[in-house]
């Protein structure tokens, strides 16, 4: 069983993913969760910070399922690719963690404090990839002229609006599937 603090992301990250961020109040949250509305307050505040501690808590639980990517093969470019279509998985923990993140990436359009909180943790994401790459380079699987950085950040950026789309339904997970395979031969061009 987990602690309430978790208990209660686990259920705000749940209703985000089902139904948005706009008209998520604590109430609902205490009621998925099974606690009282004023536990919630006494963990996170407000309703901000409640979105703040959920923001934090579904980028750490992408971490541990894509962190396995990053040891699973002595081959960078596989790691690289691995690490990224890890994002794109038809379960239910990644399913509910991408309309999270894509929800409360969109409800950081109008809110400051969520947007440096955002950019933080994409950065970091990117540093990763940026990091995936310049260890290509140095294997001799990515063209030397390759920025790590912007590779990263197209790549990134790829990842996220393809899974917008599967989640959407506008793109099966096949083709997004491909496409990101296709960026990644793209980004990295012929050793």
Sequence with gaps: ???????ILEAA?????RRGVRGLRVEEVSAEAGVSTA???????DRAGLLRRTLEFITRRAVRYTDAALHASADPRTRLTD????ELQDTPRVRENSAAWSELRATAVFDPDLREQLAAATGEWADDVAHLVRQAQAAGQAAAGVDPRAAAERLTALVEG???RWLSGTTSLDRARELLRGAVALE???P
Excluded: C, N, W
């Excluded at 069983?1 to 208990?7: A, E, I, V």
């Excluded at 536990?39 to 505040?45: A, C, D, E, G, N």
């Excluded at 690490?83 to 890890?86: A, E, G, Q, S, V």
């Design 1 to 7: 069983m987990p602690d309430r603090p978790t208990q």
């Design 13 to 17: 990250a749940r209703l985000i993913a």
């Design 39 to 45: 536990l919630i307050y006494y963990h996170f505040k």
């Design 83 to 86: 690490l990224l279509l890890l």
């Design 162 to 164: 393809v899974s917008e």
């Design 188 to 190: 990295l061009g012929q």
